[in-house]
């Protein structure tokens, strides 16, 4: 399963790290440890630049992720780092670690849900309707709540690419398409 929003290469490169963190049992340590690693570029965007860079020998770079970053990280990532370098995609960083993301999520049975209500709610409520979506789902939910008061009342549901739209306007346009339907025919 590959997430569509990313580049096929950063898919290809996240799901092979993702299989061979499996088989050591680390897949959420390293999915970690990319996250602290995207942060720390995040913060330093000049050694963003510097790994990215094509101006940039692959053995300088390889010497600066060997003192710099083999250091703070687990064995495999520090490698999965070298082939990176090795084939110039150090620049590809954060499009493979937000893939692996995706797929370690999707991995571990969780899954994302924009909520949309017409009306704020309390975080008591709020984990209600996590609790009601995870158990529809059959995954853990993680839910991001808006609001937009145009759908009057109900709930709408954005999972991935499906729309679940039980808002009081939908059921609302619904009706007057059939009535407006029905009004042809008569």
């Known amino acids: 399963m590959s997430s569509p929003q990313h ?61 710099a970053i083999r250091p703070q990280v687990s064995p495999l990532l520090a490698n999965f780092l070298g082939v990176l370098n090795e084939h110039n995609r150090l620049g590809d960083l954060g499009e493979v670690a937000s893939s692996f993301a995706d797929l370690l999520r999707q991995q571990l049975g969780k899954v994302d849900v924009d909520v949309v209500l017409p009306h704020a709610i309390d975080a008591a409520e709020q984990e209600t309707i996590r609790q009601q979506v995870s158990r529809a789902l059959g995954k853990e939910a993680s839910i991001n709540v808006s609001i937009d008061e145009s759908i009057i009342g109900g709930i709408v549901l954005q999972i991935g690419d ?12 619904s009706l007057k398409q059939r009535l407006l339907a029905s009004r042809q025919l008569a």
């Open 7 to 67: 580049s096929s290469a950063a898919n290809a490169y996240a799901r092979s790290l993702l299989e061979l963190s499996n088989e050591t049992g680390s897949a959420e340590v390293i999915g970690q440890e990319l996250m602290e690693l995207l942060e720390a570029l995040d913060q330093d965007p000049s050694f963003a630049t510097f790994l990215s860079s094509p101006a940039i020998g692959t053995k300088e770079r390889q010497d600066v992720l060997d003192r």
């Open 162 to 173: 499906k729309r679940i739209d039980g808002s009081v306007k939908a059921q609302l346009d």
